[in-house]
């Protein structure tokens, strides 16, 4: 980085949950007459939070700031209140933050109830923060947790005409994914106590873990990987996904899709290959197949749809399945892209679930064929459509290319290994379907003859909150496009290290 922080801030790991907590609820408080104040009362605390999380970029040593106190210690079960940031969850707190602030800022002209809507806001930080520092897999659940409810509540408040169904559906698939989780995890902890206190810590855990046999460490990825896979989502348990976000209001979509994704890819790595490397083993082809699987029907089914914004969830489950091939290719490089793609993604979808709302808000619907040759009526958001466009299928010098490629060559090197170098042809295909549906979506919008279909008289461009919150994100994808290693870098060691205890480097 340019600089070591000289200086340290006390409890920083904790100031991360708490202050987006207070702001919640200060926010909430905010009803009645007060309502208006209620965003620049998220804004501040969203702000401070957000560059707090900038500051732990700079710290020179990020174990400085683990935080560790007792908790819960009773019949034979130890839980403790650990909070720690390493290489693999620095970016993820990172983009946390970031995105937190900048959907509050997009989201400055909301009326309805804001006080309500700007708190559930914060809560989501407060889940989100916590499932990416927690060091506990008791705390690490209850975080866990705590990210569907408000993300239940905001679409089923704020959210369009069939928002109930879609909360109940978002609600009922990621819980009893959650449920299975925890069936995995109460496994892997009372399997490393080996009989004595169950010690709920992932160090103490990861210490236990030599004793697992492949036998168990197979049964037991199956149910952990399944309760993470269907929160990135795999195929064919996605289809709360698109509905969700079409639902949902688009500060929810930007951190369901920016941060929300990334928690299943995140417990793959943090619980499944860091614990169980013969599980990894044994379920790294069918990882391959569900991996190539989520990107080419991902990508096909985008094709087909005609409203914007599940077009652009459906792109998610394409990109995620990115992710997986990566993740399962069980190398250094694979699991550094891995990492790399979950953050780029998060940028990217960022501004394309902005820009899908801010077509819905500004122009009156969202649906591409009633849309066309908008570009000279809503410049700026032409603009940033094409930009997000552009980022998500890949073009040199923004982020998402950078991400794209280093996947590609780790499953290049993985197609090697096994002789079945064929099996890339499926990643040249997914960018293939992700540059046309992309371009033609661009084309049939915002290019060609000016629709006829809908009241140009009432359609305006981007606000100035808008244009605040789309190019602080587009300038953080140039900037992470131009320089890869500045985030490349954080995640290096981790990657290495990780690669070398699942032996493959």
Excluded at 203 to 223: D, N, P
Aim: aromatic letters at 14%; glycine letters at 10%.
């Amino acid at each position: 980085m340019f600089f070591d922080l000289p200086f340290e801030i006390p409890y920083l790991l904790t100031l991360l949950l708490v202050l987006p907590l207070v702001g919640a609820v200060a926010t909430l408080a905010m009803g009645g007459e007060r309502q208006k104040y209620a965003k620049y009362v998220a804004g501040a605390f969203s702000g401070i939070t957000m560059v707090l999380s900038i500051m732990l970029l700079f710290v020179p040593d990020l174990a400085v700031y683990n935080e560790s106190y007792p908790w819960i210690e009773t019949a034979g079960i130890r839980m403790s209140y650990i909070l720690t940031v390493d290489g693999l969850s620095i970016l993820m707190v990172f983009l946390t933050g970031i995105l937190v602030f900048l959907s509050t800022v997009f989201s400055a002209r909301e009326h309805d109830r804001p006080h309500y809507f700007f708190a559930l806001i914060l809560a989501m930080e407060v889940g989100l923060m916590g499932v990416y520092m927690a060091a506990d897999y008791f705390l690490f659940y209850v975080m866990w947790e705590v990210t569907l409810i408000p993300m239940y509540f905001m679409i089923s408040w704020f959210g369009g005409p069939r928002r109930h169904y879609a909360a109940i559906k978002f609600f009922i698939y990621t819980h009893v994914a959650s449920l299975v989780m925890l069936i995995g995890i109460f496994a892997i902890v009372f399997g490393a106590a080996g009989g004595g206190i169950a010690d709920f810590s992932f160090e103490a855990v990861l210490a236990g873990s030599a004793a697992f046999s492949s036998t168990f460490q197979t049964l037991v990825f199956g149910l952990l990987f399944f309760g993470f896979a269907v929160k990135m989502p795999i195929v064919p348990f996605h289809t709360w996904l698109p509905d969700a976000h079409t639902e949902a209001p688009t500060a929810g979509s930007v951190l369901l899709a920016g941060v929300m994704l990334k928690m299943g890819s995140y417990g793959i790595i943090r619980v499944c290959l860091e614990l169980l490397p013969e599980g990894a083993q044994a379920w790294q082809t069918t990882m391959v197949f569900i991996g190539i699987l989520a990107m080419i029907y991902g990508a096909y089914a985008c094709i087909a749809q005609k409203d914007l914004k599940k077009m652009v969830a459906f792109s998610s489950i394409s990109h995620m399945g990115m992710v997986m091939i990566s993740m399962a290719c069980l190398s250094d490089i694979g699991i550094q892209f891995a990492v790399f793609q979950m953050f780029a993604h998060g940028l990217i979808s960022a501004v394309l679930f902005m820009v899908a709302g801010a077509t819905g808000h500004n122009i009156g619907t969202r649906e591409i064929p009633l849309l066309g040759g908008l570009a000279g009526k809503v410049p700026v958001l032409a603009a940033f459509m094409m930009f997000g466009f552009l980022a998500s299928l890949g073009l040199p010098g923004l982020v998402g290319f950078w991400a794209e490629f280093g996947i590609i060559f780790s499953f290049y090197e993985y197609t090697i290994s096994i002789d079945m170098i064929w099996l890339i042809a499926f990643c040249l295909i997914s960018l293939l379907l992700t540059a046309g549906y992309y371009l033609w979506a661009m084309q049939r919008s915002m290019f060609g003859r000016l629709t006829e279909k809908i009241d140009l008289s009432h359609i305006h461009d981007l606000s100035r909150p808008e244009v605040i919150a789309l190019g602080a994100t587009c300038a953080l994808i140039a900037l992470f496009g131009l320089w890869p290693d500045l985030a490349l870098g954080f995640i290096k060691e981790y990657a290495s290290s990780l690669a070398l205890s699942l032996g493959v480097v």
